[in-house]
Nanobody, 126 residues
Framework: QVQLVESGGGLVQPGGSLRLSCAAS????????IGWFRQAPGKEREFVAS????????WYGDSVRGRFTLSTDNAKNTVYLQMNRLRPEDTGVYYC???????????????????WGQGTQVTVSS
């Protein structure tokens, strides 16, 4: 069982920034791909960004590309999501997830992931 814990969410004004963290219970970078998803009330879970296992490619959803960036700290078993120029429509619960796969088609689908964190709330509002 892989345990994932998200942190860093909060309330921010439009145009502001937040940095989310996804900490894993063990070293997973060579085994698992890591994805970020978000879910607003009444909507389906939406792909945000992902990084392929073994230091592979990073992918970003159309709505966040150019504003959000992924980074990793392998020593801390942590993946970061830096979110800049936030918009009200970025509001939602953000989840990180881990899965045993590679490739864009799998990385963007919530059903591809085996393990999920509990989520962290991000609210973008004036």
């Amino acid at each position: 069982q892989v345990q994932l814990v998200e942190s860093g969410g909060g309330l921010v004004q439009p145009g502001g920034s937040l940095r989310l963290s996804c900490a894993a219970s063990a070293s997973t970078s060579s085994t698992y791909s890591i994805g970020w998803f978000r879910q607003a009330p009444g909507k389906e879970r939406e792909f945000v960004a992902s990084i392929e296992k073994s230091g592979g490619s990073s992918w970003y959803g159309d709505s966040v590309r150019g504003r959000f960036t992924l980074s990793t700290d392998n020593a801390k078993n942590t993946v970061y999501l830096q979110m800049n120029r936030l918009r009200p429509e970025d509001t939602g619960v953000y989840y990180c997830a881990a899965g045993l796969f590679t490739g864009w088609g799998a990385l963007i689908r919530p059903s591809s992931y085996m393990y999920w964190g509990q989520g962290t709330q991000v609210t973008v509002s004036s």
